[in-house]
């Protein structure tokens, strides 16, 4: 089987945001860590080719000026917001970098071509490594979702959600939603990060990756009836096997760190990242070969999400 073509090459953790004003945008890791990049295009399709525009870089030295991870685009009450994770060196301390949580913003109405403020660490109560930071909306509460480790559980980072205050600080405690703890969640690293929201057919269900970064990455579901109280771990229900996985057969490894736009039509999409090989040479970290993927997300009769297999590409026209 021919390699699966990617809709953008070298983009990991792509998030896509359709906006009122008919466009598309896209964001995600660059291989060098060193900029928030944005790009916009009235279709899917176009994204592949439009002009590409670095609203921020990150600066010489200072607790924010490696490894910039991770950053989403949200038009949140009025301006826009990008959400990213970024560390102070690239030094790993006690088995883990060192990211915190930052947010810029613009109140111009085109984000490309505005200015951008950067507004600072958004702080959780841990100051511990954290990262894979979103925010959505609920019946007029704004909440944030990432990922964090805490000292006292084994792993990584797990989930949790808090209330926002205003789109650059929350408010009362975090509450965990999920830890890693499941075989497929623990395979080289425990793991549970990249949290991504979708609201349909009476829920709300949150992705999220597991494992480490290699052919072992995969994705995990949880889900909440949506008139339950978001912020009661126990009204949420964690599936306990992966939702989306490597398949050989199409060299398509490791997909995850996903996001969830529409198609010009208003089909769901899903949108990921994955490798077509697995024989990594050097450290992983700077690979620069996760790709990003667009496929067609289904729904089965009883109202939830079928993700298929990343192999199931020709759902969506790429590039």
């Keep these: 089987m021919s390699a699966i073509k990617p809709l953008i090459p070298q983009r990991a953790d792509p998030f896509i945001y359709k906006h009122t004003d008919g466009y598309y945008y896209f964001t995600a890791s660059v291989p060098e860590y060193d900029r928030i990049e944005l790009r916009k295009a009235k279709t899917i399709k176009a994204l592949s080719s439009a002009e590409t525009v670095s609203v921020w870089h990150k600066p010489e030295t200072g607790p924010y000026s490696e ?50 403020h950067f507004d600072g660490q958004i702080e959780t109560g841990m100051d511990t490594f954290c990262l894979d930071a979103t925010v959505f909306e609920h019946k007029g509460i704004l909440y944030y979702l990432w990922a964090q480790k805490q000292n006292d559980i084994q792993g990584n980072s ?8 205003s789109p650059t600080e929350i408010k009362g405690e975090p509450v965990i ?30 992705t999220y990756s597991a494992s480490a970064t290699d052919e072992n990455y995969c994705m995990g579901l949880l889900s909440i009836d949506d008139q339950a109280d978001l ?3 126990d009204n949420w229900h964690k599936a306990d096997q992966p939702v989306f996985m490597t398949n050989e057969a199409a060299k398509m490894f490791g997909p995850g760190h996903n996001s969830f736009t529409q198609s010009e039509e ?8 994955a490798r077509n090989y697995t024989e990594i040479e050097g450290d992983p970290l700077w690979n620069p070969d996760r790709h990003t993927f667009v496929k067609k997300l289904n729904w089965d009769q009883q109202g939830n999400p079928v993700f298929g297999t990343p ?6 026209i790429s590039a």
């Design 67 to 116: 490894l910039i991870w991770a950053p989403e685009i949200h038009f949140v009450r009025g301006a826009w917001y990008v959400y990213f994770a970024a560390a102070p060196t690239r030094e790993i301390k006690d088995e883990l970098f060192q990211h915190r949580m930052y947010v810029i913003s613009c109140h111009d109405a085109d984000p490309l071509s505005g200015n951008w």
């Design 158 to 165: 797990n989930l949790y959600i808090a209330e926002m205050k």
């Design 177 to 206: 939603l999920t830890k890693p703890e499941f075989d497929w969640e623990i395979r080289g690293f425990w793991v549970n990060e990249g949290p991504a929201v979708l609201h349909k057919n009476g829920k709300i269900y949150v």
């Design 231 to 233: 912020l009661v771990t």
């Design 266 to 273: 208003g089909e769901d999409l899903l949108v990921y990242h």
């Design 311 to 316: 192999a199931d590409i020709q759902d969506i």
